[in-house]
């Protein structure tokens, strides 16, 4: 069993968001036409400043806080990402999906670990980064409602 800090959990979280990153960079290049590229950038962008806004909460609490042990080992997302299927065409109604589920793993990551927290400072940190990525999916799903108005 390994141990790890919070500050390695938030690690793991940005690292999500770098990879989401690489994801949709990835499929970018399948898209069907300018709606879905259009989706594609925004979320590339909006995954940098989520993965921005990590380092910065990390910066703003406690040493006492980030440097918490836990008792558990953390997978690494290589799995999660390479097994997501891409089709040779990619339409929003894929990437629509395909970041409902990334970010509902994202979500579960930070239910299970505030869990597993031993203290209730951590504990709070991991339910306010949950709070913030779903209210991150509500601006998302008005991003997509506006774009399919388009």
């Known amino acids: 069993m390994s141990f790890n800090q919070t500050r390695d959990l938030l690690d793991h979280a940005r690292e999500f968001h770098r990879r989401l990153v690489h994801f949709y960079k990835g ?14 950038e925004d979320l590339i962008e909006h995954e940098l400043q989520l993965e921005s806004r990590l380092t910065d909460y990390e910066e703003s609490r406690p040493d ?3 440097d918490t042990f836990f008792k558990y080992m953390l997978a690494t997302t290589d799995q999660l990402f390479s097994s997501y299927p891409i089709p040779d065409q990619v339409d929003t109604d894929y990437v629509i999906h395909a970041t409902r589920y990334f970010d509902e793993k994202l979500c579960r990551f930070y239910e299970g670990m505030a869990g597993k927290s031993m203290t209730v400072e951590v504990q709070d940190v991991l339910k306010n980064l949950q709070q913030l990525e779903q209210s991150e999916q509500m601006v998302l799903n008005k991003l997509m409602l506006n774009l399919q108005d388009v």
């Open 27 to 40: 499929i970018r290049h399948h898209a069907v036409d300018d709606t879905t590229c259009k989706l594609i």
């Open 64 to 66: 006492n806080t980030v």
